[in-house]
Each structure stands twice: as structure tokens, then as C-alpha cells.
């Protein structure tokens, strides 16, 4: 019984969100079906004690009332949204779009109007002047809880604000980072030595099998890892994916190899363990907040905007989920089964990957603001500190010396030049220290 709860929790959760304020009003049609009729047969006694009058007047103004207050919310919702896809980044408007809480909120308003109308049907039904009453008071506690929906609406609608798009972004960043690789300091974040050999094992074993993929182009959001290893070890095999999460897949896209195996796989276990959107996801994806991070950025230095300060927010973001990534195992693509054979194999960014998403574009747009030169100069010398392989301390130097060249080819003056080679958590604010060009 408590593992049925816990799986039919779990497809709640995961149920498209339109499909939310359905359930509100399927719920809602079946209880003003039942539960007036219920009060009418076995309550009658306890129905008096509000005028027909009355209870049509407030059953009427509270549907009028949830029905212009759902279109003004909504109306005012996709204005908001709009504006933060046109000043922040497109991509956002999925998550917007997709906030529970507008879903919910529809829901919740739109069962309160149609429990309204449907006890309004009831009122003084066979002629007799009875009052659902409890119908009523029920109508009550959904206005009053769709009042406290509409604040915290509001509240969401708040989080638009950029700071707070940062956070969310940031945060969204830091948990899939902490979900998927393993701190370089724990024995699970030591690669180890064995993996090398067995990847070359691997590559010298025959492919006995290649999946393409075949329809619209859609993105890959994530890998049920599980499931892929349990049906490379059910046959022997090594499952190699060629396509990465964050992928968009075309037509005849090449999915997977399988090398080795002492039978074929069956295709359509293995296309289901590869889930597929219209677009990418956080979900096992690190280079997704990065992602949205640098269109925030490069946005904001965009000669219609031309807002730098927004931009050193968003560095502040990248700089933390690259600390993060600098202390992390970045091998996570290779998987042993419970005997540590591998059986997994599939494509992970490097380190050099994340800092070219994270500096490049920002540093090509952002080469004449002296405020971003100096913030990301503090974010590559902050990260050559914190980083203790020896391999991601030099990318790191490597990139804080493109920035000096990147200074050095500049429009900025000679004064300019010196202030663009100080280090500036602030970008202009607070001078740290001079460094060399």
C-alpha cells in the first residue's frame, strides 16, 4: 500500500502540468454533483438559516468576481513573462511557463467558480426555499483559499525580478552539480585506474549493434542510467552513448552503440531509457544554468540593454557553480554494475567545456565594459586559486591570459587599460590587486 502511495506520488509530480487544473475542475464537477445532493437528502435539517436571496447574491459575486480575477491574474502573468523572455533570455519562458503555481492557481480559481454555479443550480431547487449550506461555507473556503493562491501568485510573479532569476538559475545549477559528480576529495571522486583500461577494452570489442534515432528533433534531457546498465549486463555488453545530454537529435541521429554481448538488445527499452523534450531540462544537465547564465549576460551587454551591472550578477552565479565544479569528479560518464564491470558509457563535459560556456561569449561581448573585464578577471584569478589540479589550474591561466590579450587588443585607453587589469569582485566598486599582462 505505502509503496502504491509513494508511486502514485511520484506520477503527481511528474504529470504535465496542464493536466493540473483538470483534475481541479473534474474534482470539482463531481462533488457538486454529489455533495448538494447529499446535504439535500440526509442534511435538510441543518440547510436553514441563510435566505435564498442571500446565498444567490454571494454565490453569484463570488463566480463573477473568480472569473475577472482570473483573467486579470493570467493576463498580467504572461505580460510579466513576456517581458523577462524579451530582457532576460527566451529560454526562461519555459520554466515561467511551466511554474506549478500558475497551474495551480487556474485550477483553484476556476473550481471555485464552477462550485459556485453548480450550488447556485441547487439553491431553492424543488421551489421549497432550501439552502445547501454547507455547500455554501464550502464555496467560502475555496474563495478564501484561492485569495491566499492569488498571494502567492503574486509573490512568484515577484521572483521575476532579475536577482531572483539569477538565485533560481544559480540554485538549480548547484543541486544537479551535487547530484551528479562526486567531490575529488571523497574515494568516490577518485577515478579510477581500472576505468582507462576498461575503455580500452572496450573500444577493441566489436559493435554488435547502433541505434539512430527517427522523428522530429527533439532534445535530450536525460539518461535512466539504471535501466541502461541493467540491459548491458542482462547480455554482456557495453552500452556506448554517442549523443549528450543536452543534444538536440535530428533525423538518422546516432543514439548509442552497444560493443559486444552475448545477444541483441531489444530497441525499445533502450529508446525509452533515453527521455526526450522539445527542450532542455536542469535534470542531469550542469551546463544548462551555465547556459541560461551567459544568455542573461550577454543579454544585458547588448547595445539596446547595455546593462553591464546585470551581467557581473550573473558572473557572480558562474564563478560559484564553476568553484563547485573545480572540487568535483568530472568523469561521471563511465558506470560499473554491482560486480564493477563496465557496462555504461556516455559523454560529460570537461573542465575545459565549462569554462568556455561559462567566459568566452561574455568575454567577446563584454570586451568593452571595463566593469566586466574586471569581474571576470576576479572570478579566472579566484578560480586559479581555488582549483588544486594541476591540469584546470593551467585552463585557468590560459583563460586569464586571453583576457589580458583581450585587454591589451581593446578600445580602451591607457588608463582605462590599468583599471581593466585590477581585480574587481564589484566590476567597478572595490580594486582588489593589480595583475601582470
Known amino acids: 500500500m505505502l509503496k502504491m502511495l509513494k508511486m502514485l506520488k511520484v506520477k503527481l509530480l511528474n504529470m504535465p502540468p496542464w493536466l493540473i487544473p483538470m483534475l481541479y475542475v473534474g474534482m470539482t464537477i463531481a462533488c457538486v454533483l454529489v455533495l448538494p445532493r447529499i446535504e439535500q437528502n440526509y442534511l435538510a435539517a441543518y440547510s436553514h438559516g441563510m435566505s435564498v436571496a442571500s446565498a444567490q447574491a454571494t454565490l453569484s459575486a463570488v463566480a463573477s468576481g473568480m472569473m475577472a480575477l482570473t483573467g486579470i491574474v493570467f493576463a498580467l502573468a504572461f505580460v510579466m513573462v513576456q517581458f523577462s523572455a524579451i530582457a532576460y533570455s527566451p529560454r526562461l ?12 492557481a487556474l485550477g483553484l480559481f476556476t473550481a471555485t467558480f464552477f462550485y459556485a454555479i453548480g450550488t447556485l443550480a441547487w439553491i431553492d431547487r424543488g421551489g421549497d426555499g432550501r439552502v445547501p449550506l454547507f455547500s455554501v461555507l464550502l464555496v467560502t473556503v475555496l474563495l478564501i483559499l484561492s485569495m491566499m493562491v492569488f498571494a502567492k501568485l503574486v509573490q512568484r510573479l515577484n521572483d521575476i525580478q532579475i536577482t531572483n532569476v539569477l538565485h533560481f538559475v544559480g540554485q538549480q545549477g548547484r543541486e544537479v552539480i551535487r547530484a ?15 576505468w582507462r583500461t576498461a575503455i580500452e577494452d572496450v573500444q577493441r570489442r566489436p559493435v554488435t549493434q547502433t541505434l539512430r534515432y527517427s522523428g522530429e528533433p527533439q532534445t535530450v534531457t536525460r539518461f535512466q542510467i539504471t535501466a541502461l546498465v541493467q540491459q548491458a549486463q542482462t547480455a554482456d555488453a557495453v552500452i556506448v552513448m554517442e549523443c549528450a545530454v543536452g543534444d538536440t537529435l535530428v533525423e538518422d541521429s546516432l543514439l548509442l552503440r552497444v560493443h559486444g554481448g552475448q545477444q541483441l538488445l531489444a530497441e525499445n527499452p533502450l529508446r525509452q531509457a533515453i527521455q526526450l523534450a522539445k527542450e532542455r531540462t536542469f535534470e542531469q544537465d550542469p551546463k544548462y544554468p551555465l547556459r541560461l547564465l551567459v544568455d542573461i549576460a550577454i543579454k544585458a551587454l547588448s547595445p539596446a540593454i547595455n546593462d553591464p551591472t546585470t551581467a557581473v550578477q550573473a558572473i557572480d552565479q558562474i564563478e560559484d557553480l564553476l568553484h563547485r565544479l573545480g572540487r568535483r569528479a568530472l568523469d561521471a560518464g563511465c558506470v560499473m554494475d554491482d560486480l564493477g564491470d563496465l557496462r555504461l558509457i556516455f559523454p560529460t563535459p570537461t573542465w575545459e567545456d565549462y569554462l568556455t560556456l561559462a567566459f568566452d561569449e561574455i568575454r567577446q561581448y563584454g570586451a568593452s565594459s571595463v566593469q566586466v573585464i574586471r569581474r571576470l578577471r576576479s572570478a579566472l584569478l579566484g578560480l586559479a586559486d581555488s582549483v588544486t589540479e594541476a591540469e584546470r589550474k593551467d585552463l585557468v591561466q590560459r583563460y586569464l591570459h586571453r583576457l589580458n590579450l583581450a585587454v591589451e587588443h581593446s578600445v580602451f585607453d591607457a588608463e582605462d587599460r590599468v583599471m581593466a587589469l585590477e581585480e574587481d569582485r564589484q566590476g567597478l566598486g572595490q580594486s582588489r590587486r593589480r595583475t601582470e599582462p
Open 93 to 104: 519562458v519555459a520554466w515561467f511557463g511551466r511554474d506549478p503555481v500558475l497551474f495551480h
Open 180 to 194: 551528479m559528480f562526486p567531490r575529488l576529495d571523497t574515494p568516490a571522486g577518485a577515478t579510477p585506474e581500472s
